[in-house]
């Protein structure tokens, strides 16, 4: 998954910092200040800083005529630089697809029906897209590459921008930004496909910025005609040339519900003290009263603090735990071992009166196909849990609210059940109202190792 760096002044001393785009607590390394600069939910503004000045734009494009063979007797008239607006949506991609497989090597095409068994397949992939978020197209960029991956953006606040500069008005909203980005994924995955049926699918852990993108106008004179080239505010190349004067006229609009950035203190709201340093954690624990507390609407709000025993490890993990029904009222183990009848694990005497719980991860790690085949397994063996209140180390930041935890408990249950056709009924289908309130464990977990699969999209398969 990319990461985009973002720069800023710290507000207690006006220090320098660096950061990652998305971050949602930092410390000053020069104050010691502790703040929150981020929250759930919240689509923050970054730009680029254009270092450029007039006689470079006029040289940058004089070596563009002369790469092209034009004239190179340019007259300037006058430069201006615009901001233009994209959206940054990332998220993590599951998808469950199905392929049909002829059993026999040999087919007897008498037959009417055909021996075969299905195959499933779980890919699980970290997605990362920018989508420009203005109208005009005569500035001829609408991507923004890999460019934010190489250079730090910088954090947007009052003032930031240059005066003279112009920003292009923000069109689309982030409800349009999800809509084309879940039609690029499903455009992508349409192509991946390759004879395989999409069963399912989830995007989770969804999360906007915007980004603004500086090109500089530059309108000329050239062999008597006057024409206009935009130049990319950070490679100084010519990306575009068009006849004429460019004329635009910004109206100020902007549907991105996004704020400038604003750090707040970071401390707990029970006792004062401050709370420690995460890059992307929704939970803090408070090592001064020993309360956790869950970043909700840009407050903090009191958790208890649950943990178990699951693996042979000191490692701790966040997870979200479900009480799970489905059918007739089916909620407790062994009810869910008649129905899942070749999960062995589920009939166990000393489990079966006990709920039937779906295990969602909370945290994040490169290799989505390990921690997903993992978890779905931790669902099959319903394991029997102590669960106490004790202090705990975690080992990986809670990043996933409970509403899409929610989301990625529908993808489990669905890759669960696919292999029993008599769940195919819609009695068996995920409904939200038949799953309970999230209840946020840390659970001692075997660390994952990273793997060459996690970007490839590669997974494990299973015979229905």
């Known amino acids: 998954m990319s990461v985009y760096k973002a720069r ?8 320098p910092l660096e950061t990652v785009e998305g971050t949602i ?3 000053c390394s020069f104050c010691a200040l502790v703040m929150r600069i981020g929250a759930p939910g919240k689509i923050l503004k970054y730009y680029y800083y254009s270092k450029f000045e007039s006689f470079s734009l006029k040289f940058s494009v004089e070596k563009h005529l002369k790469e092209n063979d034009k004239l190179t007797n340019l007259k300037v008239i006058d430069i201006r630089l615009y901001y233009l607006p994209f959206y940054r949506f990332r998220g ?3 998808t469950l ?10 087919v007897d095409f008498d037959q009417r029906i055909l021996p075969s068994r299905i195959i499933f397949h779980q890919k699980c992939r970290h997605f990362d897209l920018t989508i420009p978020a203005f109208e005009t197209k005569e500035i001829g960029l609408d991507t923004l590459g890999v460019r934010p991956e190489v ?4 954090v947007m606040t009052v003032g930031a921008i240059q005066s003279d500069a112009a920003l292009l008005d923000l069109v689309a909203t982030p409800e349009d930004a999800r809509k084309y980005a879940l039609g690029m994924r499903a455009f992508n995955l349409g192509i991946s496909l ?12 969804e999360g906007l910025a915007v980004i603004y993108y500086p090109v500089w106008a530059l309108n000329a004179i050239l062999g008597g005609l006057e024409c206009t080239y935009f130049i990319d505010g950070l490679s100084g190349r010519v990306i575009n040339e068009i006849p004429g004067r460019f004329e635009y006229s910004p109206e100020g609009k902007d549907l991105s519900r996004s704020n400038l950035f604003s750090a707040v203190t970071h401390r707990c709201p029970n006792c004062g003290a401050e709370l420690p340093v995460s890059d992307f954690s929704l939970v803090y624990y408070c090592a001064n009263c020993r309360k956790s507390f869950i970043i909700d609407n840009d407050a903090y709000r009191l958790i208890r603090t649950r943990s178990a025993r699951l693996e042979m490890s000191d490692q701790s993990y966040p997870f979200w735990l479900f009480a799970f029904s489905v059918g007739n009222g089916h909620k407790s183990v062994g009810e869910f071992a008649r129905l899942l009848t070749g999960e062995i694990p589920l009939i166990a005497k000393d489990k079966a009166s006990q709920p039937f719980y779906l295990f969602v991860p909370a945290f994040k790690t490169p290799d989505l196909e390990s921690l997903t085949t993992k978890c779905i397994r931790l669902n099959r063996t319903q394991p029997i849990l102590e669960i106490a209140e004790e202090e705990i180390i975690p080992a990986a930041e809670m990043i996933l609210p409970e509403s899409e935890a929610v989301e990625l408990a529908a993808f489990y249950w669905t890759v669960m059940k696919s ?9 068996y289908d995920f409904k939200k109202e038949n799953i309970g309130q999230g209840e946020l464990i840390w659970l001692t977990f075997a660390e994952l190792q990273s793997s060459s699969l996690a970007n490839k999209g590669v997974s494990s398969t299973r015979a229905l």
């Open 97 to 106: 697809v199905s392929e049909k497989i002829i059993e026999e090597e040999v």
């Open 194 to 205: 390759e004879g395989k049926e999409h069963v399912s699918s989830e995007m989770i852990g």
């Open 419 to 427: 292999k029993y056709r008599h769940l195919n009924a819609p009695a």
């Open 8 to 15: 800023f002044n710290c507000p207690g001393c006006g220090s």
């Open 151 to 154: 250079m730090p953006l910088n």
């Open 92 to 94: 993590m991609s599951y």
């Open 25 to 27: 607590s930092i410390r």
